[in-house]
């Protein structure tokens, strides 16, 4: 097998030195600026040829200028003889439009994972995805192996421990959220629920719960993927309220928190919103780490 290494590109770099101790494989630096005018340069020091890479490089905040990044590296390390590139992208940016909903539109998900596997990489990891867009026809057809793993098992675990859940239950903010309360559910020996979400605009949605929902005198802990605007989660929270629920605890893999989020979630009445450092914030209490590292260690 070929020797394994770990690079960090700019948006993940503390991320990726934590695996490649993890996995006691080497880790290579890789040096980022910008020139000027703002295009990106990259420099790898260290010797990649005929080595198996793990890039680390999440897609948050600036994806655009990470994804050039990421481009940029893999191209290069295939340059530089690297035998096989591993992508892992924990936070993976364009992948809510992996439809075209309006005619005319973009499909940024096939473009974005097109140009992923045609710039060189041979293997890909994301953390947290809509599955069913993973399992899609035209995922398939791109012949990319992508491995989608879940951060909530270390939520779950996390939010029980650190809060203390009593009698826990957990809440899917919406129907797409049912694929990450019920692994949640299950690391803590609890049940879980799912409400109903209607998007209304890219900031507006309308939830409401899908049967009668009793969650009096319990502990509850929201799980979702992303926290963007903070929409969805402050009306998961302000149902988890209104039916009776004694505490919240509001938790996702992507913290994106735009538009003053957090504030809004804690203002709704959650006891806490807590995420992972897929996206590094004031929140990534959670490593997805430990996840990395056991779906790499095969490879060192
Ligand atoms: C949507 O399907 C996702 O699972 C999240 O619920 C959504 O991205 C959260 O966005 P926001 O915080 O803006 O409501």
Same mark, same amino acid.
């Given at each position: 097998m070929a020797s394994l290494a770990i690079l960090g590109g700019s948006s993940s770099q503390p991320l990726a030195y934590r695996i490649a101790k993890g996995l006691r494989t080497e880790y290579i630096r890789i040096e980022t600026r910008k =020139? @000027?005018?703002?295009? &990106?340069?990259?420099?790898?020091?260290? #010797?990649?040829?005929? &080595?198996?890479?793990v890039l680390v490089q999440s897609m948050y905040h600036r994806p655009d200028e990470y994804l050039m990044e990421y481009f940029l590296i893999v191209d290069t390390l295939k340059d530089l003889g690297a035998k096989k590139v591993i992508g892992v992208i924990p936070y993976f940016a364009y992948a809510r439009?992996?439809?075209? =909903? #309006? @005619?005319?539109?973009?499909?940024? !998900? &096939?473009?974005?994972f097109k140009l992923i596997k045609d710039v060189g990489t041979d293997e890909l990891y994301v953390i947290d995805m809509h599955r069913h867009r993973m399992g899609d026809e035209l995922m398939k057809s791109i012949g990319l192996p992508?491995? #989608? !793993?879940?951060?909530?098992? !270390? !939520?779950g675990r996390y939010a029980l421990d650190r809060f203390r859940l009593e009698d826990p239950v957990v809440l899917g903010p919406d129907e797409e959220a049912e694929q990450w309360a019920r692994i949640a559910a299950e690391e803590i020996g609890a049940e879980y629920v799912c409400l109903v979400k209607r998007r209304i605009s890219d900031r507006e949605v309308e939830t409401r719960p899908r049967r009668e929902l009793d969650l009096r005198g319990k502990d509850v802990l929201i799980v979702d993927d992303i926290v963007s605007t903070g929409g969805t989660m402050v009306n998961a929270v302000t149902i988890a309220l209104k039916q009776g629920a004694k505490r919240v605890i509001a938790a996702c893999t992507h913290p994106i928190l735009v538009e003053n989020a957090l504030v809004k979630v804690l203002e709704a009445g959650a006891e806490a919103l807590i995420g992972t450092d897929t996206v590094p914030s004031p929140i990534s209490y959670v490593s997805v780490a430990p996840v990395i590292i056991d779906a790499l260690r095969h490879l060192a």
């Open positions: =020139f @000027p005018d703002g295009e &990106k340069y990259a420099r790898i020091h260290g #010797n990649v040829e005929g &080595k198996s890479i439009q992996d439809h075209r =909903f #309006n @005619p005319g539109e973009i499909l940024s !998900l &096939k473009t974005v992508t491995h #989608n !793993l879940t951060a909530m098992r !270390l !939520l």
